[in-house]
């Protein structure tokens, strides 16, 4: 194996080990129910590549059954064998002092836990009420027993693993339900916006970005001691790009972004750049290049580019996604290729890419979402 291979693997065997935090769920959640209460109502809810023992997904969803009217709820969690990055193996107590515990599947198997009834009979179905047993594999939500609980599911939530999240993406889209595709509720990095499986399903309002906003990460509780930012109440917290991808209506996603004319960002805007200057327009497409989503020209009619975080604050009704200028999905725009001059005065300004002119010098923006003003007729 490369030692780059070697590399990028135990990079993503890391990535894949990023705990989700309780309150980052609880605030993502209660916002689809503010929404609309009965987002959940009746449905079976599946959480896979989970870890039930201790996984908040599984905590905030059995401690909420009856709030958000759940049919039911179940969650598979991974065997501790079959993960790429290993930490010493201990079964939790819960686990061990369990009337089905089983020395020779711990490790190897994966769990499910099923919440459907009150089995202590206290009048309640909350977390005291979850049954669990060994799943017959290790979880894999690949596997044929995890299908069949996805094929079950009304609604899929999870923090999948970062370097299947292509893979998973496409295994929750494989089925459908009745009334079309699955729900679903996943964090992803900002960075998957652009892959060729993704992109296309955000231009076409099948996937949106989730409530919690962009701007600053999240916190995850990470397994890796050695790549650590800061220490939480004795757990080691690491920020990543990571923001939630979803199907589930919200309010936000319909909330318009307030903007000025073009004439008034070029008097007033805070950005330097627009200020007294104005919009570059591409040498390559027919767009201009707007560096900031705040600064968007509400009186423009023709293509913008924006940064990709524009997609925090998109309002279908407002806009339409036209393209993508980056990454796989961007080579489907066939723009024309750079004069061999003007690479080699920019070096680093590939065909297929965006540039622009100024002062004579190409330059190239860094990754452009291509959107479009809706005009109520
Ligand atoms: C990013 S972590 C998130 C865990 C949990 N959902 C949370 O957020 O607290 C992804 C989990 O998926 C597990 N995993 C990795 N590959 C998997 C696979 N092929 N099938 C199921 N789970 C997998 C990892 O071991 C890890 O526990």
């Known amino acids: 194996m490369s030692k780059n291979k070697t590399l990028s693997d135990a990079k993503s065997a890391k990535n894949d080990e990023f705990y989700t935090q309780y309150a980052d769920i609880q605030k993502e959640v209660n916002a689809y129910l503010d929404y609309n209460p009965d987002t959940f109502r009746g449905k079976t809810v599946l959480l896979p590549c989970d870890d039930p023992e201790w996984s908040k997904f599984t905590r905030f969803f059995a401690e909420n059954f009856e709030r958000l009217g759940l049919k039911k709820l179940i969650s598979t969690s991974y065997a501790a064998a079959s993960k790429k990055f290993k ?41 005291d009420d979850l049954e669990w047993k060994y799943l017959e594999g290790d979880g894999d939500f690949r596997s044929e027993e995890v299908c069949k609980l996805r094929d079950e599911a009304d609604v899929i939530v999870t923090n999948p693993p970062f370097s299947l999240f292509r893979e998973f993406l496409a295994w929750i889209l494989a089925t459908k339900n009745a009334k079309g595709a699955k729900q679903f509720l996943i964090l992803g990095n900002k960075n998957a916006v652009s892959y060729t ?181």
């Open 87 to 127: 930490t010493p193996y201990q079964p939790s107590l819960f686990e061990s002092e369990s009337p089905q515990f089983d020395a020779a599947k711990t490790e190897v198997r994966g769990k499910i836990f099923v919440l459907d009834h009150d089995t202590n009979a206290n009048g309640h179905i909350d977390l």
């Open 197 to 377: 499986e993704v992109f296309p399903l955000i231009k076409d309002n099948m996937m949106w970005s989730g409530v919690t906003e962009w701007a600053g990460g999240m916190w995850f509780e990470t397994m890796d001691s050695t790549d650590v930012d800061k220490v939480v109440d004795g757990k080691n917290m690491k920020n990543v790009a990571s923001v939630w991808f979803t199907n589930l209506e919200h309010g936000r996603r319909h909330r318009p972004l307030e903007l000025m004319t073009m004439a008034d960002n070029i008097k007033y805007s805070r950005h330097k750049d627009i200020r007294g200057k104005g919009y570059f327009t591409f040498e390559n497409y027919p767009a201009i290049e707007v560096p900031f989503t705040d600064a968007i020209p509400s009186d423009y009619d023709g293509i913008m580019a924006v940064p990709r975080s524009f997609l925090d604050k998109y309002c279908p009704e407002q806009f339409e996604i036209v393209g993508i200028a980056e990454g796989e999905s961007g080579k489907e725009l066939g723009l024309k290729p750079v004069p061999k001059e003007l690479k080699k005065l920019n070096r680093s300004l590939r065909d297929g890419q965006l540039y622009y002119m100024k002062d004579g010098y190409p330059e190239k923006p860094f990754a452009r979402i291509l959107i479009r003003a809706r005009r109520v007729k």
